[in-house]
């Protein structure tokens, strides 16, 4: 399993990056940004999860987005120096690729592809992030849980997600009861088997079900922006 990313550079401009990656393992919980942190290192994950969350100064947050296999954080970083404008935290367990934003300019500079790639991401993260605004404020948190299950499971290689609760109320704005009551639910209805910090996924198809129209609408956006890998019809 490779980023995607990574997989639609043609020989000639992995050749440019490849050498520079280096490849790591982040555990669940790491902090990788904080807002106003200088962007100097671009994460491209294989498998995993890493989330956007926006802070509000009574230390409240909401997660505006998810990076996975799909796309890589702190990207617009290969363009010019950027500060982040979100908390980067590690969602699940991630394998990933790393580069220096120095490096990864450079590439830029040199590749029309490797442009193209940093400025239709930039375009799919946009959209992502204006559709979770809507979805935050008009959706249920119980269709919100399920498209964020099915978001994570697409970008992780297993059907059990390790989660806190603590974490998951963050994830969707909301108090940790009410994460707990909305699990029950779901696992009554045969879709999830939930655990303290672990969901297992019964039925994807009952979640789809469930799920808001968001998770389609940015599964479709990445799939237009972001082309296949390399030798990929």
């Not at 990788?32 to 509000?56: R, W």
């Not at 935050?136 to 059907?159: G, Q």
């Not at 994460?179 to 996924?201: E, P």
């Amino acid at each position: 399993m490779q980023n995607r990313l990574l997989a639609a550079l043609t020989p000639a401009d992995y050749g440019l990056v490849g050498p520079h990656l280096t490849h790591l393992d982040l555990e669940r919980g790491r902090l990788l940004y904080d807002p106003g942190d200088l962007i100097d290192t671009v994460y491209f994950p294989h498998d995993g999860v890493i989330s956007l969350l926006t802070l509000m100064e009574s230390g409240a947050a909401i997660e505006s987005a998810t990076i996975g296999r799909e796309g890589a954080l702190g990207l617009t970083a290969a363009v010019a120096p950027r500060q982040s404008l979100s908390r980067a935290i590690v969602q699940t367990p991630c394998r990933a690729a790393r580069i220096s934003a120095t490096q990864l300019h450079e590439a830029w500079e040199r590749s029309p592809r490797v442009r193209a790639l940093v400025d239709n991401h930039a375009e799919a993260l946009f959209g992502h992030a204006a559709q979770s605004v809507a979805c935050n404020a008009l959706h249920s948190v119980e269709a919100r849980f399920c498209r964020w299950l099915l978001t994570c499971r697409d970008r992780i290689s297993t059907d059990t997600v390790a989660l806190t609760q603590e974490f998951l109320a963050d994830m969707l704005g909301v108090q940790r009861t009410t994460v707990t009551a909305v699990a029950r639910t779901l696992q009554a209805r045969g879709y999830i088997r939930y655990r303290r910090g672990v969901v297992d996924i019964l039925d994807r198809a009952g979640l789809e079900s469930m799920a808001c129209e968001c998770y389609g609408v940015v599964r479709r956006t990445y799939e237009r922006l972001l082309p296949a890998p390399v030798g990929e019809v």
